[in-house]
């Protein structure tokens, strides 16, 4: 047994999007998978029915009793991020001798399996994360994906393929998670500052971006915006490409409509035009995030017809411009953004999509 392919694996957070993710794979792989979280959600809930124990207190009475009985050298603990080390589950892991590691840590391990692409940026990760995994899938090249959010055309958060060539990846700068990973290419969608908790001035963060940067031995796609702050830090970096809506360089989108209340738009990408494109899922933000992921499709082998149809079918995020209801009176839309830029991208696809409409926000 080696810690890459551990027999058993406690997670303490498990209920979290990416330690759920995590614990699937190794499920799939043929570990013994249990875990804790603090209280019950849709996902501890489908870890159950999938046959994962998850408890949701730390008695140490409820762990398995496989794992109370194994030896703590085929033992590894995967604790989230926001978990702290005074966790009585922790202490009892630490007493017995278990290896501990973050989640990035173990995400960092997965990724040294296969060619990765890894998908950074403080906003629009997640899209182009899922919608990459989409147009990969659709388009006959098999993968793996780690997406910090639910996919609406496969339910869940995690894809998994036996004979996967390449694992796509959701690179988190929170706590510095990303600079676990062994990225071969890489896409950078934002990095205006967030997650200062963690990071302290805005400064620091695009320093970790420059790291992160680094570690890329392949091709990188990074939003115009992006590059001036990731060359500061890293210096020329002949292995970017920059995108955008309008790149007048790089991958961008022209004659970009609403038609049918649906984005039009044509893709200018690695060396090729495709004309008038449908993306299945709304804001204009999100042609963008379409720009990225289907430049970096066709650089992975995704034909081009494959990306037409896998474009038009894509159903986006839950709660990624997801809307929840649609009537004659009025349209509720579910959005995750809650980052000034974010809130801002979001609120002009509502206006653009929705001409002349009175517009109600309820931020939670």
């Not at 498990?14 to 190794?26: E, Q």
């Not at 959600?41 to 109370?68: K, M, N």
């Amino acid at each position: 047994m080696s810690m890459e392919r551990p027999k058993y694996l406690y997670f303490i957070g498990i209920g979290g999007i990416g330690m759920s993710g995590l614990a699937r794979y190794f499920n799939r792989q043929g570990a013994t998978i249990a875990g804790y979280d603090r209280t019950p959600s849709e996902i501890s809930e489908q870890l159950s029915r999938e046959g994962i124990c998850v408890a949701y207190d730390t008695d140490i009475a409820h762990i398995p009793e496989e794992f109370r009985k194994a030896d703590a050298v085929e033992v590894m603990v995967v604790r989230a991020p926001a978990v702290p080390m005074d966790n009585p589950l922790i202490t009892y892991w630490k007493g017995r001798g278990a290896t501990i590691k973050k989640r990035s840590e173990v995400l960092g391990l997965v990724t040294q399996d296969r060619r990765t692409v890894a998908v950074a940026g403080t906003h629009g990760k997640t899209t182009v994360t899922t919608m990459l995994a989409h147009l990969l899938t659709v388009g006959g090249v098999r993968c793996n994906a780690f997406m910090g959010g639910i996919s609406g055309n496969y339910g869940t958060n995690v894809l998994l393929n036996n004979d996967a060539a390449i694992n796509v990846v959701e690179a988190d700068e929170y706590d510095r998670s990303f600079l676990a990973l062994h990225p071969n290419e890489a896409i950078i969608t934002a990095m205006d500052p967030d997650h200062l908790d963690i990071y302290g001035t805005a400064e620091e963060m695009y320093a970790a971006y420059g790291d992160f940067a680094r570690l890329v031995t392949g091709k990188m796609l990074v939003h115009r915006r992006v590059l001036p702050h990731l060359m500061e830090q890293c210096g020329p970096l002949p292995n970017a490409e920059t995108y955008a809506l309008d790149d007048p360089e790089g991958p961008h989108a022209e004659h970009i409509r609403v038609e049918d209340g649906a984005y039009h738009f044509d893709l200018i990408a690695e060396g090729q035009v495709l004309r008038d494109l449908r993306l299945g899922m709304p804001g204009r933000h999100n042609v963008e995030n379409a720009v990225a992921a289907s430049a970096m499709a066709l650089h992975l082998g995704v034909p081009p017809g494959k990306l037409r149809e896998a474009l038009a079918s894509f159903r986006g995020v839950h709660r990624r411009f997801e809307v929840r209801a649609r009537s004659a009176k009025g349209v509720m839309i579910d959005d995750y953004a809650h980052h000034p830029a974010e809130l801002e991208a979001c609120i002009h696809s509502v206006r653009e999509l929705y001409p002349g409409r009175g517009i109600t926000g309820v931020f939670q």
